[in-house]
């Protein structure tokens, strides 16, 4: 069975080409889905921050952020090997592809080899469901922080186990979708883990 990185971005915008990511949240679970632990940061994009009233990250946050280049080895490590897991998982994935590429340090992370929530709970639950809010509601999962990386990769989460649950379990769902198969199909640079320093968000 695998382990998860359930993922999360705020970007500057919807183009993975023209658009930056500037903020990364990641929640490791363990194969059963119990907390292996969390990683997050801000990052400079050396450019303007887009839609601030939705991500709420202004400018002087991101200052002393590092650039993604900065952070790549000691993301590389802690994605490395796990199913990596996001709602609306292609947004997540091709913006964290597109950085990589831009640092020079291409990795093969597509959709297909990633688990949505989006699209597992639009099968396992009743009606129409679709936004990560929307899933929670109908899951009991309160987001404490929504529309923060960390905040909704937490919330991602928790949505996942209640979707496992849901299926049997996290060795049913595994054996069900091949998670342990799309985990191991992905390549991540070789880059070492410099344990750079991070930058959060101020917490108001």
């Known amino acids: 069975m695998p382990s998860y ?13 023209a658009d930056r ?9 363990r194969p059963d889905g ?14 303007d921050l887009g839609a601030v009233h939705v991500h709420h990250i ?6 002393d ?32 592809a597109a950085e990589y590429a831009r640092a020079g340090l291409p990795t093969t992370l597509a959709a297909a080899d990633c688990l949505c929530t989006m699209r597992l709970s639009g099968q396992l639950l009743p009606g129409p469901t679709k936004t990560l809010e929307a899933c929670c509601a109908k899951t009991g999962v ?28 996290f060795d049913a769902l595994d054996e069900r979708l091949g998670l342990g198969a799309r985990a191991a199909h992905v390549t991540w640079p070789a ?7 991070t930058v ?5």
């Open 21 to 29: 990511v500037i903020e990364i949240g990641v929640v490791a679970l």
């Open 65 to 96: 952020a590092p650039d993604f280049a900065d952070v790549a080895g000691d993301l590389a490590d802690v994605l490395r090997g796990r199913c990596f897991v996001g709602h609306n998982v292609s947004f997540d994935a091709r913006f964290i």
């Open 142 to 169: 309160v987001n404490h922080d929504a529309h923060s990386a960390l905040g909704d990769a937490r919330a991602t989460a928790e949505l996942l186990r209640h979707l496992a649950d849901l299926a049997g379990g």
């Open 58 to 63: 202004h400018p002087e946050d991101v200052l």
């Open 191 to 197: 880059v070492p883990a410099g344990h750079a320093r």
């Open 200 to 204: 959060q968000r101020p917490r108001h």
């Open 34 to 47: 119990s907390l292996e632990g969390v990683w997050e940061t801000l990052l400079n994009p050396h450019r």
């Open 5 to 17: 990185a359930v993922v999360d971005t705020e970007t500057t915008g919807f183009s993975p080409q």
